[in-house]
Nanobody, 127 residues
């Protein structure tokens, strides 16, 4: 099991940037596909993006493509979500998720594909 802890959330203005981190503990980070999801007020949890176990593949939802990037440092058990040009509709609780032992070079793109979840960090984008 991979234990996950997000940080870096906060209040940011429209058009601003924010970087979220997810630190993993336990076994298996370096063999895990990692994903980011978010849940806004009154909405279901939605896929934001993901990165494969070695970082060679990334995937993003259309709503964030070109604005968000994902990276990972397997030596530090850390996953990062860099969010630029933030919009009010990006306001949500952001969760990182892990799928230990996933296939190299590919990523799950829905919540059912992940087994371990963090508790989330709030991002609020306001004018």
């Amino acid at each position: 099991q991979v234990r996950l802890k997000e940080s870096g959330g906060g209040l940011v203005q429209i058009g601003g940037s924010l970087s979220l981190s997810c630190v993993a503990s336990g076994l298996g980070f370096d063999t895990s596909a990692m994903g980011w999801f978010r849940q806004g007020p009154g909405t279901e949890r939605e896929y934001v993006g993901a990165i494969s176990r070695n970082g060679e593949t990334t995937s993003f939802a259309d709503s964030v493509k070109g604005r968000f990037t994902i990276s990972r440092d397997n030596a530090k058990n850390t996953l990062t979500l860099q969010m630029n040009n933030l919009k009010s509709e990006d306001t949500a609780v952001y969760y990182c998720a892990a799928r230990p032992g996933y296939f190299a070079g590919v990523v799950p793109t829905n919540s059912a594909g992940y087994t371990d979840w963090g508790q989330g960090t709030q991002v609020t984008v306001s004018s």
